[in-house]
Nanobody, 116 residues
Framework: QVQLVESGGGLVQPGGSLRLSCAAS????????MAWYRQAPGKQRELVAL???????NYADSVKGRFTISRDNAKNTMYLQMNILKPEDTAVYYC??????????WGQGTQVTVSS
């Protein structure tokens, strides 16, 4: 089974930026539509952004214009550039396939905390 490893989270002030990475143990980005998800304390996991096999992207309204999803198939890595971060972006961020339910086992996620 392919493993997903998220990294790049941390503590950042409101208005700051972070870049998350999702490394896959296999060549999956050319096979699946991929997505970033997040789960805030006490809330359900939600889809934040997705990128199709063809490179089209889509975003949740709450992050549109601030976040950018991209992937590097050669490196088996996907990214989420997050700008103009807000306290409500605080969550654990995960990557997985874009289907419902997602096709792969969840990784450990990476914590993003936006606070002054």
């Amino acid at each position: 089974q392919v493993q997903l490893v998220e990294s790049g989270g941390g503590l950042v002030q409101p208005g700051g930026s972070l870049r998350l990475s999702c490394a896959a143990s296999g060549n999956i980005f050319s096979i699946y539509h991929m997505a970033w998800y997040r789960q805030a304390p006490g809330k359900q996991r939600e889809l934040v952004a997705l990128v199709t096999r063809g490179g089209s992207t889509n975003y949740a309204d709450s992050v549109k214009g601030r976040f950018t999803i991209s992937r590097d198939n050669a490196k088996n890595t996907m990214y989420l550039q997050m700008n103009i971060l807000k306290p409500e972006d605080t969550a654990v961020y995960y990557c997985n396939t874009a289907g419902q339910p997602p096709s792969l086992n969840w990784g450990q996620g990476t914590q993003v905390t936006v606070s002054s």
